[in-house]
């Protein structure tokens, strides 16, 4: 009889182990996706340029952008003739999350579409190990101010064709067509100013 019960408990065992394991098969812990900001700020750092490269300086504008993509202040100014290091950072719960960005960086890519033309130029500083841009670091520089303003939109793609032509180029308003999905996008306006005092440069609104 105690053989029979021993038999029995052991069955009962190996029974619940095997309905355990199939339970935590079946319904698996679902992984938190790292990659779903809920906020970005971009600074915008005015640089000297000395000889081949740059220095900081400490004027900075910020544009922080919530969940939805929407931007505060909604329209800043820069000064033409000046370049800026554009320093992209994204965040999750108030926690810096661009590390996972830039870590994959060979399936990222940032794009920043004027509504001008002819008022910036940009430089990706940051590459993926092919070389190719990834955008959460790079040169701004205002060509020209003529009184008018644009708006910028700035999207970030994940999982696109990086050698695609249409990837090629930082401004490409076609950059949809090298695929991938977006894991942000934000608007704002840019008034270049004139260079000198009194035109309000390096000012958000």
């Known amino acids: ?3 029979f019960y021993r038999q029995l408990l052991a069955g009962l065992l190996i029974g619940l182990t095997f ?28 640089l000297e340029k000395h000889n081949d490269h740059y220095h900081e ?8 952008f919530d969940k939805t993509g929407h931007a505060s202040p909604h329209h800043m100014h820069l000064t033409e003739g000046e370049h800026y290091r554009l320093k992209i950072v994204m965040y999750y719960k108030g926690k810096d999350i661009t590390k996972e960005y830039t870590d994959e960086g060979n399936i990222h890519q940032f794009f920043f579409v004027p509504t001008k033309e002819g008022y910036l130029d940009y430089v990706y500083e940051d590459k993926d190990a092919k070389g190719r841009g990834i955008g959460f670091t790079g ?7 003529d009184g008018g303003a644009f708006d910028l939109k700035a999207v970030l793609k994940h999982g ?10 930082w401004n490409n308003p076609k ?15 840019i008034h270049p100013s004139p260079a000198g005092p009194g035109h309000g440069e390096h000012e958000g609104d």
């Open 19 to 46: 309905f355990s394991a199939c339970s935590k098969k079946d319904n698996p812990v679902p992984e938190v996706n790292q990659e779903e900001a809920d906020a970005a700020v971009f600074n915008f750092i005015l």
């Open 160 to 169: 696109l064709n990086k050698d695609h032509p249409a990837a090629k180029a």
């Open 57 to 64: 300086k400490k004027d900075t504008v910020k544009v922080s």
């Open 175 to 189: 950059f949809m067509d090298a695929g991938g999905e977006t894991d942000f996008e934000g608007e704002f306006e």
């Open 139 to 145: 040169i701004v520089k205002v060509l020209k101010a």
């Open 1 to 3: 009889m105690r053989k």
